[in-house]
């Protein structure tokens, strides 16, 4: 995509010809040729990537990271320096830069650095859509999240490996974005890939990336998520389905911080923070030969347990509610609310499916309500058949059995005609049929 880019360098020449070249690839691309004047432009245009020399008039390259930096203005920058020793490329590093580039350079290793660098920028901005729009922060009314969100704080301000633990549809991606965002890391991308969704070579292609020609089809080289996660997170989630041969490559990464893409024998040295999570017991594959021993323990640095959504009640209603709110924004629809109904039936509901199943009830249940209420009629009919829980004792029993004896004495006013029954009671004929089949246990037909 088109991206707004500052070319930052005394040499007109060397300006000139980076401009020309970006511009040939549909890039919208200004120059300036002093620190001062780069400081201006970074601050009035905030360009999406800044090529940058280090050796300027007017403040160098260093003054101008650290006022890119005192202003808080999100770019991208490569530094360019024809004195590129070790130290000040790392002090780059350190003061912000995101690659550098030495002089002279061929324009094709300029083409590939702009492109890995504006892959970041569009990593970044995804990820923060994604939070900002799609995702709510993790709920933790119940104690037993609320353990769960401390813990993961308390990780976060690390950059050690954490391992998540819990069934399907828990919302363990939702806690791995919470960690990336709550770290030193939260500008850098936040990178996830499913390990049960690939072929092993698949997976192998997507992770490390590949070389031109490696493999039929490989028409070019293509980055692969370990790159892509430079400066960021990489989440590998059900990291419990891969197999020994990829287990070993990924302990290689773990352990030296480098690898190779497909077909390639470079070794490229890469800083990430890994996440991994799995429905999985590890501990178990380990102990059949499974998995291996030593990439375990790698991974299991920090160790996170995510309770399943029936093990945390107190939490169902403000997820339901945090859900609401973002599906209907998505339908473009007027703020909406749950009846005490739907509530209760929330409340009661097992969730065998956790978290994910909660989603797509509520997701359902925007699509077919014609009001601002959410009415039980709108939820799926396994929430409308579950036994109430048990736990559900006191007033809500006895709401349930008035529910009851109402729906019979309508029948029984109406000879056991379920049509006329509702009609008495002001219910839809398909919803007094569910209510039926939810409290009488052989409900009579008409």
């Not at 490569?78 to 580039?101: C, F, N, P, Q, S």
């Not at 059900?238 to 070794?267: C, D, H, N, W, Y």
């Amino acid at each position: 995509m088109p991206a707004r880019i500052l070319v930052v360098d005394d040499d007109p020449h060397i300006a000139l010809a980076l401009r020309e070249r970006l511009e040939a690839r549909g890039h919208a691309v200004s120059t300036a040729a002093t620190g001062a004047a780069a400081v201006r432009s970074i601050l009035s245009e905030s360009p999406d990537l800044v090529l940058l020399d280090l050796q300027l008039p007017e403040g160098d390259g260093f003054d101008v990271l650290g006022r890119i930096r005192e202003a808080g203005v999100e770019t991208t920058v490569v530094v360019i320096t024809a004195h590129g020793t070790v130290e000040r490329a790392v002090r780059a590093m350190k003061e912000g830069a995101y690659d550098v580039l030495q002089k002279p350079f061929e324009p094709s290793l300029v083409e590939e650095t702009v492109r890995r660098a504006l892959e970041r920028v569009s990593l970044v901005r995804r990820d923060r859509s994604a939070r900002t729009l799609e995702e709510p922060e993790p709920i933790a009314e119940d104690p037993a999240m609320r353990r769960v969100l401390d813990l993961a704080r308390r990780a976060a301000s690390s950059d050690a490996t954490v391992l998540l633990l819990g069934e399907s549809g828990t919302g363990k991606e939702v806690l791995a974005r919470f960690l990336h965002r709550s770290g030193a890391r939260a500008e850098g991308p936040f990178v996830p890939l499913s390990c049960a969704a690939l072929s092993e070579s698949l997976l192998e292609s997507e992770l490390f990336g590949h070389e031109k020609g490696a493999f039929t089809g490989a028409a070019e080289r293509r980055r692969g998520r370990i790159e892509l996660a430079h400066g960021g997170t990489l989440f590998l989630d059900e990291i419990g389905e891969v197999s020994a041969a990829f287990q070993a490559k990924l302990l290689r990464v773990l352990e030296e911080r480098t690898f190779e893409r497909v077909g390639g024998s470079q070794p490229i040295r890469v800083d990430l923070r890994l996440l991994a999570a799995t429905n999985r017991d590890l501990k178990a594959a380990v102990a059949a030969g499974r998995f291996r021993e030593d990439l375990y323990y790698r991974l299991n640095v920090v160790r996170i347990e995510v309770p399943p959504l029936r093990d945390r009640p107190a939490d169902v209603l403000p997820l339901a509610r945090a859900y609401l709110e973002r599906a209907r924004r998505k339908a473009g629809r007027t703020p909406m609310t749950l009846s005490e109904d739907a509530a209760a039936l929330l409340r009661a509901y097992r969730w065998p499916g956790n978290v994910r199943e909660l989603v797509n009830a509520i997701d359902r249940a925007v699509v077919l309500s014609s009001d601002a209420d959410v009415s039980p009629e709108d939820l799926p009919e396994e929430i409308l058949g579950a036994p109430v829980a048990e736990r559900a004792g006191g007033y809500h029993s006895e709401v349930q059995s008035f529910k009851r004896r109402l729906l019979r004495e309508a029948l029984d006013r109406n000879g056991g005609n379920q049509t006329k029954a509702a009609e008495a009671l002001g219910l839809q004929r398909s919803y007094f049929a569910r209510l039926l089949k939810r409290f009488s246990p052989s409900p009579p037909t008409s």
